[in-house]
Each structure stands twice: as C-alpha cells, then as structure tokens.
C-alpha cells in the first residue's frame, strides 16, 4: 500500500492518487512526458487540476528491486523522504528549486518497496547541459553570460554550505527569461544535510560541472573555473585546476 509521508497544502490526496495513476500509464506507453525510466528510477511530467486550478507536476519514483536492495535500504532513508528533507533545507537557504508536492513510500511486507517524491513542474525549463548544447555552443557573447551566472549560482550554494554530490549539468535545470536565466537544482536527494563545505567538495563539483556538451571548448571551461574564483574569492591552485581538467578529460573519454 502506497502511503502519504508528507505533503503540501496546494493539492489533495485524491488529486495525488490520479497522477500517480497516470503516472504508470506514461511509464508503459512511454511518450514526450517521460523523461527517465531506468531500472530503479522513473521520472515523468503529469498535468492535473485542482480547484479550478491547472497544475504540471514532476514525479520522481525511485524502486528497489530485489530482496538484497531492499534489506540494504530498510537501514536507510528512502531516496525519496531524502529528497524533502532536502527541499525544506534548500528552501530556508532560499536556493531555487522546484516547490515539493508529496513524498509517498510504499512497503513491500518490511522492505522498502518504492518511493514517490513529487513537485512542481517547471514550465519553460531544460537542463543546463541540453540548454547549452541547444542554444550557446557558437554564440560566444550568450555563452560568457551564462558562464558568469552560473559561476554566481555555484558560489551562492557554497557560500551556504549546501554539498550537492552529483552537481552534474544535467542536475541543473535552466530557464531563460527576459536574457537572463534562472537556476534550479536538482537531483536533491544527493545532497548532504548538516555539512560544511570543503576543498574536496568544491573540486568534486567543479568536476561535475565539467559534463558539458563536447561542443564546449577548453577555453570556456578555464574561463568557467577563473569566473569562479573571481566570484567566490576561493583561489585554486595549478595543481587543482590541473586535477579538475584531467580528470574532467577521463569522465569524458568513458562516456
């Protein structure tokens, strides 16, 4: 049986129920609102109403198949009670995400079986990585902007200690309004509560930030890592920025 954990004031209950119920038949018929469906994790675009009111809702379901996950993940939180406590971290450090819906879980007997973590969609919006790769990779203006904002938004959740551990482009979402762009992360179940920001973090980040369109020349990503430094007043050494290069090139060759 599948059971509320926690939710919003926005949407009820039964509302939830339908688009989970759709939310299944996308994951069968696939289709343009299916946006991932792995082994463990499925992630699709539901639209509903309530009250009157038009909602588009991001569905997040993360399994755990076989009885070895499961007896792993019954010591753990679920990805998806992970990811609201991280939301309602992120919103008292006013960090742009999409606004949390609902977190549901289901059990299988004991065992962890799924969760559900659900929010607002966010209309307009790509990922960082396919938003470069659609729209800057020869405009070099657009493209140096963009680079300095983006260098602002990474200083911003350092500076408040947020350690996000998959900070990959395409855990960035992007949305450009009036030549200017707004950030919003996510991926929020990869986030640490509770821990200070380090050397190590940083370098970690600034490598996954390294996962850029091929399209992106070595140039831009130095001037990426300089506007960084400019920004955040955090001086890398040779040797760092060596280390972020190389082992961005490695990433890259395996991919």
């Not at 991001?58 to 007896?71: D, T």
């Not at 405009?139 to 300095?148: A, G, P, S, T």
């Not at 990959?168 to 640490?192: A, C, G, M, P």
């Not at 280390?243 to 090139?249: G, H, N, P, T, Y």
């Amino acid at each position: 049986m599948i059971k509320f954990i926690n939710k919003s004031s926005e949407i009820n209950g039964n509302t939830i129920d339908e688009c989970l119920k759709i939310h299944h038949s996308i994951k069968i018929k696939g289709g343009e609102n299916l946006f991932k469906n792995r082994r463990r994790t499925t992630v699709t675009c539901v639209k509903t109403q309530f009250n009157g009111n038009s909602f588009e809702l991001c569905i997040k379901e993360v399994r755990n198949p076989g009885i070895f996950i499961k007896f792993k993940e019954l010591f753990r939180k679920s990805r998806g009670r992970k990811a609201w406590e991280a939301a309602k971290f992120l919103e008292g450090k006013k960090i742009p995400i999409p606004s949390k819906i609902a977190l549901l879980e289901e059990k299988d007997f004991i065992f962890p079986k799924r969760s559900f973590f659900i929010t607002e969609f966010i209309p307009d919006s790509t990922s960082l990585f396919q938003y470069i790769e659609d729209h800057l990779k020869k405009n070099l203006k657009r493209k140096r902007d963009l680079i300095n904002a983006l260098a602002k938004f990474i200083t911003d959740l350092h500076r408040k200690d947020i350690c996000h551990y998959d900070l990959q482009t395409r855990n960035i979402l992007v949305k450009e309004n009036n030549d200017k762009w707004e950030f919003f992360l996510l991926d929020l179940e990869s986030i640490k509560l509770n821990k200070m920001i380090n050397r190590k973090i940083i370098l970690k980040n600034l490598v996954e930030l390294n996962d850029l369109p091929l399209g992106i020349s070595r140039r831009d990503r130095i001037y990426f890592l300089k506007k960084y430094q400019e920004i955040s007043g955090i001086s890398l050494k040779k040797k760092d920025i060596e280390e972020v290069q190389r082992i961005s090139k490695k990433r890259q060759e395996k991919s």
